[in-house]
């Protein structure tokens, strides 16, 4: 009992339930040990790093130290090569301040086996360390891992109803509502690029919801997938609860919207790689006729992705935001297949998280969310569904996926 | 066309008070939503939504009623007796917006003088002289509406360095106001033939845009050859047939002089149809354009002068 409480400081988020919390791979608990003389357990178990990721860190270290010869014989630095430093120093002082903490532990844990009249002291400092390294390892650990290359990116939402009809297209309304009460509550800056509702006037056929702080994508990249709800809906007369679903797509943004960047990633392209139909009737056009359809379709012809937009006036902007959604699809299916790659390379056997079916339930009648990749539950619906407490969420899942990309790290060295 | 089923005016008329009305302008559910949208976002104060949707039963254009078309990044001001600008028109002149800006013409330091002829709301005018920065403009009409409704554009759209002329440019050629030398001349004059405005032309078009400028045969491109040629290094005229192309082309090629120095090209819109044609002087900038040109349209014909200069060069 006493152990492990301490194996697992503070670690259990407020109402919330931590049910896999910490992964076995990263950490090597050193063995317990007993006292043979009094035979009463000491606590001493605490979780060092593997000895890959400190290898790895020492490397860190040596190249810093080498950056700051270099800076101290008056070497220029670019503005890269100066973020590379700042960089590495976050990390080098990360590092430094773990390496104290478990030297500290360590002199601890002597200190608690040979000196029999100070252990009770030791003892209580050695259990106020443990949550404070186990903090400065974690942080340790995050700066080691590789940022995500589109981590800086402002983002793109995209919503449609899955399965169950105008109970669905209701639940992609909500969803929709809590991504805004969201941005509202991380008072971001976000826009509704176009939204299509329901004919009957309640929920919506799709969605796209563009965020444009910058970061947002990072943030928000766990939410991709299918969100299943189940609830009585309102359209069930007799008291039924159903299952339905909504897809969530996530994109970086990858650029500014102003038209001039627009023409300048439209000129990119490979004449003949996009083909851009406009939709209208037949007929001699010009002076002729004054049409108000100003509907654009590109088809990407090499990956056969097609975006059509028609909520502008003008066909010149439907065109410019059809470009900017057909360039965050390509982004992100070229990042996909960049990582798909990656990951058979390695042969590793790490289920993929960001891909699996069903990511997360709102349970309705159990008041319950729970996201199913990190076992995560949070038992505030009305919470989450306004945008307020879905960060306790997000952060619950970053967390998760630090820990698989650590596993990731660890199996490539 | 064919008749608006009842059951679809039902469908509509259940979905928003008065989206039926909007029915015979848009001819689909999804268009008429998205008039709605528009029509509920952008309405003048002091109109009611209720208003709006019975003009635009009457066949009345929605520029008109929103009083503005967007043309680029520009918003342009549209009134009744100035034509609207069509989308076919903001696509070729962007497409020429986004050619020009990113030459080599704007490399060198004297700046570059357009002229729109048959301006309306000088929406064409405007934008070049919105995307090409170090540039200056003037703008004929014949119609003083039309003057003032660029006024108002100008004003509105914050371009200045512009003249604005209002004189009969097909019954007045030697006038000394016109600006001497041009770079880019554009226009898009009156194409419609008399002969097709009942057959081809749409309702709201016949009763609520000026005929002034929609009909007409040749004159306005004879008037090019004759009159403008010798003024322009370069010229963008708006077509609504292959006629009006071939029109221009044979004029130059036939004469002697022209021949020698003014090559011809044909754009085609989105839709599939003609509507561009453009010449280009072989003057040092000549070959230039030749290059920088070459994705705006296909030359059809190439000046000799520059054709022998090619062949030199190989």
């Known amino acids: 009992m006493w152990l492990s409480k301490l194996q697992f400081p503070s670690k259990s988020v407020v109402k919330g339930i931590f049910l896999n919390c910490k992964s076995p791979w990263l950490v090597r608990p050193t063995s317990t040990t007993t006292n043979s003389q009094s035979s009463t357990t000491i606590p001493t178990q605490y979780s060092e790093l593997s000895p890959l990721l400190v290898k790895q860190a020492e490397k860190y270290e040596a190249e810093l130290k080498e950056l700051d010869k270099d800076l101290s014989c008056g070497i220029h630095f670019d503005v890269n090569k100066q973020k590379h430093h700042s960089n590495l120093s976050a990390l080098t002082d990360a590092f430094i301040e773990y390496k104290e903490k478990l030297n500290e532990l360590k002199g601890l844990q002597e200190i608690i086996l040979s000196d029999p009249s100070l252990k009770e002291e030791a003892e209580q400092e050695y259990v106020e360390l443990v949550p404070k390294y186990e903090a400065t390892s974690s942080r340790l650990v995050n700066k080691l891992l590789p940022p995500h290359p589109f981590a800086e990116k402002p983002s793109l939402l995209e919503l449609r109803p899955g399965v169950g009809g105008v109970e669905a297209m209701i639940f992609a309304q909500n969803l929709l509502d809590m991504y805004i009460g969201y941005a509202n509550y991380k008072k971001w800056k976000y826009r509704i690029i176009s939204k299509n509702e329901n004919e009957s006037g309640s929920g919506i056929i799709d969605a796209i919801l563009s965020i444009e702080e910058a970061g947002s994508y990072d943030r928000l990249r766990f939410e991709a997938g299918v969100h299943r709800v189940q609830r009585i809906p309102s359209t069930e007369t007799k008291g039924r609860t159903h299952t339905s679903t909504a897809a969530v797509i996530v994109l970086p943004q990858m650029g500014d919207e102003s038209s001039k960047s627009i023409d300048a990633y439209e000129r990119t392209f490979k004449p003949g790689e996009i083909r851009i139909d406009i939709m209208r009737a037949s007929g001699k056009g010009g002076q002729h006729v004054n049409t108000t359809d100003s509907a654009v379709r590109l088809t990407h012809i090499p990956s056969g992705i097609v975006v059509s937009m028609q909520d502008e006036r003008s066909q010149h902007k439907n065109k410019a935001k059809a470009f900017t959604i057909l360039r965050a699809r390509l982004a992100e299916k070229e990042r996909l297949e960049k990582e798909e790659k990656e990951r058979k390379a390695r042969k590793s056997q790490v289920s993929s998280t960001n891909r699996s079916d069903k990511i997360r339930t709102y349970n309705f009648p159990q008041n319950r969310i729970t996201d199913h990749r990190c076992g995560f539950t949070l038992l505030d619906l009305p919470g989450v569904l306004s945008g307020e407490r879905l960060d306790e969420v997000i952060e619950a899942m970053t967390k998760h996926d630090n820990t698989e990309r650590a596993k990731e790290l660890l199996e490539s060295n | ?314």
């Not at chain 2, 898009?188 to 400028?213: C, G, Q, W």
């Not at chain 2, 071939?246 to 003014?262: A, C, E, H």
């Not at chain 2, 900038?285 to 070459?294: A, C, D, F, M, T």
């Open chain 2, 1 to 314: 066309m064919p008749r608006i089923s009842t059951s679809l005016i039902r469908k509509a008329s259940r979905i928003r008070p008065g989206l039926h009305l909007l029915l015979p302008e848009c001819r689909t559910l999804e268009q008429a939503k998205l008039e709605y949208k528009w029509l509920a976002e952008e309405l003048p104060p002091g109109r009611s939504i209720r208003w709006a949707c019975f003009q635009r039963y009457n066949h009345v254009p929605l520029q008109y009623i929103l009083r503005s078309q967007p043309f680029g990044p520009l918003e342009i001001v549209c009134k009744p007796g100035v034509l609207i600008p069509r989308w076919e028109t903001e696509e070729w002149v962007m497409d020429l917006v986004k050619i020009l800006s990113n030459s080599a013409l704007l490399s060198n330091n004297d700046p570059l003088h357009i002229c729109d002829t048959f301006t309306g709301t000088g929406c064409i005018a405007l934008a070049l002289s919105h995307g090409i920065p170090n540039s200056s403009f003037t703008v004929i009409d014949v119609s003083r509406k039309a003057i003032e409704l660029v006024k108002e554009n100008m004003l509105k759209n914050k371009v200045s360095k512009g003249k604005l002329i209002q004189r009969n440019i097909l019954s007045s050629n030697g006038c000394n106001e016109y600006p001497s030398h041009i770079d880019i001349l554009t226009g898009n004059p009156p194409y419609i033939r008399k002969r097709h405005f009942i057959r081809d032309v749409t309702t709201s078009v016949k009763l609520f845009e000026p005929r002034l400028a929609l009909i007409g045969e040749l004159e306005c491109y004879e008037n090019l050859v004759d009159h403008w040629l010798s003024k322009t290094n370069s010229f963008f005229y708006e077509i609504g047939d292959f006629d009006q192309f071939s029109y221009v082309q044979n004029r130059i090629k036939d004469d002697s002089n022209l021949s020698r120095i003014w090559s011809v090209g044909l754009k085609y819109d989105s839709n599939g149809n003609p509507r561009v044609v453009y010449g280009f002087k072989a003057t040092p900038k000549g070959s230039i354009l030749l290059q920088i040109l070459e994705p705006f349209g296909t030359i059809k014909y190439l000046a000799t002068a520059l054709s022998r200069h090619k062949a030199n060069s190989k």
